[in-house]
């Protein structure tokens, strides 16, 4: 059953704490995407991998790492320099090519406590 | 960069009315124009793509009209049934990886 996985559902951080937020696909897309949801407003772009080991930055990369590893694999760190970390992070990911679509994981809604 | 606009915000319809939401974006070489449907809790579902060489494109209850020179294109979805209940974006590309999302519409359809 091919698609894209996010663990956890939900995710707690502490004042001061980095957490890792999961996606894997089985897809075989060369591009891996992360997106940042807040109420009312659109998804933003993080950071995005277009191929192993290589990575851009997109609209809002301060406070967040991430690696690219494996091709099926792109975890997103929220570091305790993202001071507003509360919303609900989406990954997607595509086919390399010159506009393809982009299709999304189930979410990870991080919380802070 | 580009900016996509999308109206209205939310929309009320009756159980078999058509419901329309708009989209208008900045950037005369975006090229790709897909429509997503997010139900509560869960990431966004591709429901709908068009691209630019095309100015129309349906499947089943669902089309997407897209008007190049006026830079808008539009969601119809008609005899609307309680689980097209969700909340609904555009997107615009020009290419490569970059999409640019509007803000969304919460569509409810009232039994």
């Known amino acids: 059953d091919g698609g894209i996985t996010q663990s956890p559902k939900y995710l707690f951080r502490k004042e001061g704490q980095n957490v890792t937020l999961s996606c894997e696909q089985n897809?075989?897309?060369?591009?891996m995407y992360w997106y940042r949801q807040d109420p009312g407003q659109g998804l933003r772009l993080i950071y995005y991998?277009?191929?192993?080991?290589?990575?851009q930055k997109g609209d809002i990369a301060e406070g967040y790492s991430v690696s690219r590893e494996k091709k099926e694999s792109f975890p997103l760190t929220v570091t305790s320099a993202q001071k507003n970390p509360t919303a609900f992070y989406l990954c997607?990911?595509?086919?390399?090519?010159?506009?393809?679509?982009?299709?999304f994981g189930p979410g990870t809604r991080l919380l802070v406590l | 960069g580009e900016n996509v606009e999308q109206h209205p915000s939310t929309l009320s319809v009756q159980e078999g009315d058509s419901a329309v939401i708009k989209c208008t974006y900045s950037?005369?070489?975006?090229?790709?124009f897909p429509w997503y449907k997010q139900e509560l809790g869960k990431g966004p579902q591709l429901i709908i793509d068009i691209r630019s060489n095309v100015g129309e494109k349906k499947d089943q209850r669902i089309a997407v009209t897209l008007n190049k020179t006026a830079k808008h294109f539009s969601l119809h979805i008609t005899e609307t049934q309680p689980e097209d209940s969700a909340v609904y974006f555009c997107?615009?590309?020009?290419?490569?990886?970059?999409?640019?999302f509007g803000t969304g519409t919460s569509l409810t359809v009232i039994p």
């Open positions: 897809l075989n897309h060369d591009a």
């Open positions: 950037d005369s070489a975006s090229n790709y």
């Open positions: 997107a615009a590309s020009m290419g490569g990886n970059q999409f640019y």
């Open positions: 997607a990911s595509s086919i390399q090519g010159v506009t393809e679509t982009q299709y």
């Open positions: 991998s277009q191929i192993v080991n290589d990575f």
